[in-house]
């Protein structure tokens, strides 16, 4: 009897093996589902416009040598207490502001090795969105010579601008994705992600003119003459970076 079954169970699983065969090989045949919903879209907008440069930023710098250090100090304070005495009084109530820097004096050496003299200098910035006043006191500070000149984009101006132009991205960003939604066969979208970035484009500052030295007596004839200054355009711009959910 049970030789019987065991000849039976071989028959029906011989008849069942080659239906189990193509049911794995079809299942072999059948491409993996793709990860993540297919119905995700990422793309960008982004806004742009040119501004002028509305901030001057100027830096004068005093230079003095001799054979002793307090005599260099003496003569460095001097030059710069006038000159900082004088933009303060023209800064008052208007938009410019004034720092020093750079206060230093170093030794300089002789063939020998020793020191032979002590040579120093000082700077003071103006600063601000007066530039034609900012211009015409950097050229009459007794004693300052001008070394370099650099326009840039004030807070305000720069905030201005960004408000309007990431009102105009996200705008653009939103058209967009409506845009191609449709084209892709949905009704609408979702906002399922973004970042709103905002730069200067062609850089920060303007590149910083820098002015040659001139001999005491240049300087002095200069004096009495303003700084020509030119600003510039600045490129303000903001991206829309995100992703969106396409719905029928």
Known sequence: MSS??????RAWLLALLPALLLGMAAQAQTPPIASGPAHQLSLS?????????DQLAVMLQVTR???????????LKQVLDTALNEARRAAEGQQMTVRTSGFSIQPR?????????????????????????????????????????????????RERHESALTEQAIRRFRERAAEMSRHFGYGGYTVR?????????????????????????????????????????????VTVQGTVTMTR
């Open 4 to 9: 019987v079954l065991r000849t039976s169970s």
């Open 45 to 53: 907008a982004s806004a742009q416009t040119e501004v002028a440069r």
């Open 65 to 75: 040598e001799g054979s002793d250090a307090a005599q260099v100090q003496t003569a």
């Open 109 to 157: 050496h002789g063939r020998d090795g020793r020191i032979s003299g002590w040579s120093g200098s000082a700077g003071l910035t103006l600063e601000g969105r007066d530039a034609a006043r900012i211009a015409a006191l950097s050229g009459r500070l007794p004693g300052m010579a001008i070394v370099s000149t650099g326009y840039s984009l004030s807070r305000e101006a």
């Open 193 to 237: 992600e973004v970042t709103v970035q905002d730069a200067e484009v062609d850089g920060g500052m303007r590149p910083p003119m820098v002015m040659a030295r001139m001999s005491p007596l240049m300087a002095a004839a200069e004096a009495a003459a303003p700084l020509p200054t030119e600003g510039g355009q600045a490129t303000l711009g």
